[in-house]
């Protein structure tokens, strides 16, 4: 073990390539067969893959919140996927043996990765003050003991119910009832980080929080444009749409500062053919390198230069879809007439060339469908930009027909079914009068807290009682040391969770870990085994049941755990909570009366690929205040900092991680090997600041509110991004985000838009020499 954060403290040796390589194909079916090796998955883990994803039977897979092939049966594998559920069926455990032998001071020194390489908690812990361990308690008394506190407190906002995107349908509406019969709407959860710019913008424009687009539109868009992500790390089956577009002669184009490994070439793993003569599928036809948050600017080149043409000709923009579905082009158009070339060029980073360029493919395609991931929603811009996707989808009515509409990529593999059940701070009235009319309970009307703001409340000693629901809350969440303060600062900490993370470590006066069942796990109750259900990035709702025993007699289901917390809090409380815990099929019959879209959900989730959520924005139905499709008219925001030594740095995930778990201190695609402490910059930035290749670098953040952070040692490598922009991995690079770091638009902390110095290390010596093929990317 190590205590440091430094993979260089191991003793491994760092490099950085170029990859030569497709994506997925061979490099990815070698890491995994290496993958399931370590996590002594091999036999086992292979059977439980062929059932992954299956219509029939088999579970969700707990990766990302791609849908599954339309074909179904047909086995859409992805590396990451398979790496996630090895992940999940570790057979290694963390039991009260390893706790015994362990004080959390000391497992506050080991590296993330190593609490989490020690395996599946086996059984319920809660932290003793008088060893400084966790030591077992019965499930009757940990409940107890939540019921006790959270009665105890003076008001239930008091209280804060976290939510990380894995939970099923089922116990998110449970998890929710609970908050609300309780008496609160503190629900933060993990899309305040992710996609909460998206939901806003969405629901503003076309009176839906979710895209319209599903699969068969991916299938068959004759133009895809796709704005940050990095899909062959965190979508992987995302490639295969990409390829087929590509094949079929569609356009491709990516928008992202760097050119990830989606936007070059790939071979899918099912195509077997492919795969044994290593014949790889291009998988773009254009990138466009733009500067950080200067998306916003390049969709705005595209609608000037439609504008200007249409002038001319009068197919540029689709005339009668405007006029029939939309409101406030006039204002949009004036304001786009208003902006300068000049300034769309400077501040999209981009040519007048490739603006024009991006505008011809998108006139020139019938059918377009814009896709976008954390590059856009984690800026200050977020919600602007989102709206600006609309607004130039409507100009050439690329809504509501095959091959179109707005898709964002989901993260979690639940995230999205987590809003539609409930989990959201901000509810509407109408969703609270139903869940108030159907489950007989009066809910809090006035707004919770989301992730930011429950963090500042637990510093001032607002929020005194902590649940997390899945996750990792102080490595998620932005400026750690503050977050981590924030929950010793709270009364109780609880969280329910498969793996040892950090976030048990920063506990609260009294602590908790309550451990659960996975997906691919087994779930027996008094009915018999039950399913639970999800939906994926395009609104698909279907079934997935867990086939694996599970690693411990000991462990319960999160209904199960949650109808547990709320009978020791609500003793009187009406809702038949264990009864709904006896059979699933009981919760969804609630559900489908307390959720718009939801209607006949016991039968309709056991269809062969489940169903789609209604979604009116694709039939063109606009639950908007004009009832129309709305056009947003923002000024163009500056996106460049003011003083030129500054750079723009964004926070992103390696391709060998999940979030905050750390799988390898690799990032294959990006050629990196044994290193997470480093930042990629843009070699003439290097060269300006005297940096050579693999130096050690001090990075220099300043917040919003004028505070100040720093990380040291970390090593500088050129990679081919835009001048003034930097990239470093999440969450090592968390510290650096302040707790005023957030867009006022989205609320959602600023992750890629980072204002930092760096510059040579200071009282550092430069480390051992780098390997050799330490070669700057071009
Ligand atoms: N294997 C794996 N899969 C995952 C996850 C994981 O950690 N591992 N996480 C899941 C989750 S919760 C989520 S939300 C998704 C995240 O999926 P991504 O959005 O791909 O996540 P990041 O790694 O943060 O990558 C952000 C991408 O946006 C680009 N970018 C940064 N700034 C800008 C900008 O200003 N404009 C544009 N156009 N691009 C920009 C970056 O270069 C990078 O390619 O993945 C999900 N799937
Ligand atoms: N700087 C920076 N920070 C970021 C981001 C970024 O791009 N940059 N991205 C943000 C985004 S998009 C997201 S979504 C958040 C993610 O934030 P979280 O969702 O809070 O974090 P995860 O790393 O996904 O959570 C991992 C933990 O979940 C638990 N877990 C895994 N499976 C299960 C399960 O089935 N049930 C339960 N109960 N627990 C389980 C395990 O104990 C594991 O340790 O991070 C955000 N933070
Ligand atoms: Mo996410």
Not at 388 to 393: G, K, P, T, Y
Not at 488 to 508: M, Q
Not at 673 to 687: E, G, H, Q, V
Not at 697 to 720: F, M, N, P, Q, W
């Amino acid at each position: 073990m190590t205590g440091s954060d430094t993979p260089e403290a191991a003793g491994a040796s760092w490099s950085q390539s170029d990859y030569e390589h497709p994506a997925a194909g061979w490099g990815a079916a070698r890491s995994v067969a290496s993958f399931l090796a370590t996590e002594r998955v091999l036999v086992p883990g292979g059977a439980a893959m062929l059932r992954m994803n299956h219509e029939d039977g088999g579970f969700d897979c707990p990766g990302c919140a791609w849908p599954d092939d339309l074909k179904g049966l047909k086995l859409d594998l992805c590396e990451n996927g398979v790496k996630h559920v090895a992940w999940e069926m570790t057979a290694r455990r963390v039991d009260r043996h390893f706790f015994a032998r362990h004080s959390v001071s000391e497992l506050q020194t080991w590296r993330d990765a190593d609490l989490e390489a020690q395996g599946r908690l086996t059984e319920p812990m809660v932290y003793d003050p008088a060893t400084d361990r966790y030591v077992p308690i019965t499930w009757a008394a940990a409940f107890a003991m939540i019921g006790q506190e959270l009665r105890a407190l003076d008001s239930p906002d008091q209280a804060a119910f976290y939510t990380s995107g894995r939970l099923s349908n089922e116990a998110t509406f449970l998890y929710q009832l609970m908050a609300r019969e309780y008496g609160t709407n503190n629900l933060p959860d993990c899309s305040n980080m992710c996609h909460e710019a998206s939901g806003r913008a969405l629901q503003a424009a076309l009176g839906t929080g979710k895209g319209t687009a599903d699969l068969e539109d991916w299938e068959s868009a004759d133009a895809l444009f796709i704005f940050g992500v990095n899909a062959a790390s965190n979508a992987p089956r995302m490639l295969t749409a990409l390829t087929k577009a590509y094949a079929r002669g569609a356009q491709v184009v990516h928008v992202n500062p760097l050119v990830e490994a989606a936007a070059r070439r790939a071979i899918i793993p099912h195509e077997v053919a492919d795969m044994a003569l290593n014949r790889a599928t291009r998988t773009s036809t254009l990138n466009l390198q733009v500067r950080p948050g200067g998306d916003l600017a390049l969709l705005r080149g595209i609608a000037k230069a439609l504008l200007e043409e249409h002038r001319t000709d009068a197919q540029a923009i689709d005339e009668t879809f405007l006029e029939r579905y939309t409101s406030g082009l006039d204002d949009y158009r004036a304001l786009v007439e208003a902006t300068s070339w000049d300034d769309l060029v400077t501040q999209s980073g981009l040519s007048r060339t490739e603006l024009h360029q991006a505008a011809e493919i998108y006139r020139a395609s019938e059918r377009t469908l814009m896709s976008w991931c954390l590059g856009v929603t984690q800026h200050e811009h977020g919600v602007d930009t989102v709206r600006e996707i609309v607004n130039v989808l409507l100009l050439r009515g690329n809504l509501g027909r095959e091959g179109t509409g707005p898709s964002p990529v989901r993260g979690h593999s639940n995230v999205q079914g987590n809003r539609t059940c409930g989990i959201d701070h901000r509810p509407s009235q109408e969703f609270l009068d139903r869940l108030a009319a159907v489950c007989r309970i009066d809910p809090p009307r006035k707004h919770g807290l989301d992730t930011v703001a429950t963090i500042r409340a637990m510093h001032r000693g607002a929020v005194k009682v902590f649940v997390g629901m899945g996750g990792n809350f102080v490595r998620a969440a932005p400026d750690t040391p503050y977050t981590a303060v924030g929950l010793s600062r709270c009364e109780l900490t609880v969280h329910v969770s498969t793996k040892l993370n950090r976030s048990h470590l920063d506990h609260g006066r009294k602590a908790l870990i309550l451990p659960c069942l996975g997906r691919t796990e087994r779930d027996p109750q008094r009915s018999g085994l039950q399913s639970v259900s999800v939906e994926d990035s395009m609104s698909m709702v279907h079934l997935s049941r867990g086939n694996r025993k599970p690693p411990s007699p000991h462990l319960l289901s999160e209904p199960a755990i949650i109808a547990g917390i709320a009978r020791a809090t609500l003793p009187g409380s009406a809702t038949p909570w264990e009864w709904y815990v006896e059979d699933y099929d009981r919760i969804r019959d609630v559900m489908a009366q307390a959720l718009a879209g939801f209607d006949d959900f016991n039968r309709r989730v056991r269809l062969p690929r489940g169903f789609r959520i209604e979604q009116p924005a694709r039939e063109l139905v606009f639950h908007t205040l004009t009832g129309r499709a709305e056009f947003a008219s923002v000024p163009l925001p500056d996106v460049i900092p003011e003083s030129g030594d500054v750079l723009v740095l964004q926070t992103m995930r390696s391709h060998d991680q999940w979030n905050t778990t750390i799988y390898s201190d690799n990032d294959r695609y990006r050629g990196v090997k044994n290193l997470r402490t480093l930042i990629l910059m843009n070699k003439d930035d290097m060269a300006f600041r005297g940096i050579d290749q693999g130096s050690l670098v001090d990075i220099t953040a300043t917040a919003k509110d004028g505070s100040v952070r720093e990380l040291r040692g970390y090593r500088a490598l050129a990679y081919d991004l835009p001048r003034g922009s930097a990239a470093g991995y999440m969450p090592e690079m968390n510290v650096l985000i302040g707790i005023s770091d957030y867009s006022i638009q989205s609320d959602q902390p600023l992750m890629k838009n980072l204002r930092v110095r760096v510059a040579l290390s200071r009282n550092i010596s430069s480390g051992p020499p780098p390997r050799r093929g330490n070669s700057p990317v071009k």
